[in-house]
């Protein structure tokens, strides 16, 4: 098994362009997340799904967008990026119940000029 | 608002010896804890979790407490190795909830 993977690795954007970011599961897990890091800061969530065709906004979601066309795809959108959206991403997912563990993908670094 | 705590911010220790890291959270309701491991780039990966009945629980060196009436916890490393040098992430999720909160991390580094 694959666990998650996340595409791309690396993205350079200029302030404005869009991109999309996608994560893939391969353990038929229902949840799925989409987080930011940056430095001296913990994990903060973008957006989340609980199952397929659903999603919801989590702590900072502002700028960007989400889609949960299958289970095991989650993709995270930035339509006009900013260099504020300068940061790791990493996506998770879980089976669901609050005990489970979230595994996590290896993250995408993205920097906007 | 639901916050989590974690000291010291880093952490120097030689190979060999032994260390703790803190976690204090004012999460409420509480449905469990968990510590987990981030090595540099790469996602965070869990070690483990701890839910209201539980005080202790291990996981090879790394063992975890739990005071629940003070709303603390700490993990303890035992004869660390250079490949311990990580973040070490307190992640609290609230009753009812699957959505947790997470601490800032206790960067550590091991030199041998």
């Known amino acids: 098994n694959a666990g998650v993977t996340q595409t791309p690795k690396f993205r350079v954007l200029k302030t404005g362009q869009s991109m999309t970011l996608l994560c893939a599961q391969d353990?038929?897990?229902?949840?799925m997340y989409w987080y930011r890091q940056d430095p001296g800061m913990g994990l903060r969530l973008i957006h989340y799904?609980?199952?397929?065709?659903?999603?919801a906004k989590g702590e900072v979601p502002d700028g960007y967008n989400v889609s949960r066309l299958k289970k095991q795809n989650f993709l995270l959108g930035l339509e006009s990026a900013a260099p504020s959206q300068t940061s790791v991403y990493f996506c998770a997912s879980s089976y669901g119940t609050s005990n489970d563990e979230q595994f996590f993908g290896p993250g995408t670094r993205l920097t906007v000029l | 608002k639901n916050q989590v705590e974690q000291s010291p911010q880093s952490l120097i220790i030689l190979e060999g010896k032994n260390c703790t890291l803190q976690c204090n959270y004012t999460v409420s309701p509480f449905s469990n804890l968990r510590w987990y491991k981030q090595d540099t780039g790469r996602g965070p990966v869990s070690l483990t979790i701890m839910t209201f009945s539980e005080n202790t629980k291990s996981n090879g060196r790394y063992t975890a407490t739990l005071d629940a009436d003070t709303k603390q916890s700490s993990l303890h490393i035992t004869a660390s190795q250079l490949s311990d040098s990580a973040s070490y992430i307190c992640v609290v999720t609230p009753g009812g909830s699957y959505i947790p909160t997470f601490g800032r991390g206790t960067s550590l580094i091991v030199h041998p």
């Open positions: 799904s609980v199952g397929e065709g659903t999603t």
């Open positions: 353990m038929n897990h229902e949840y």
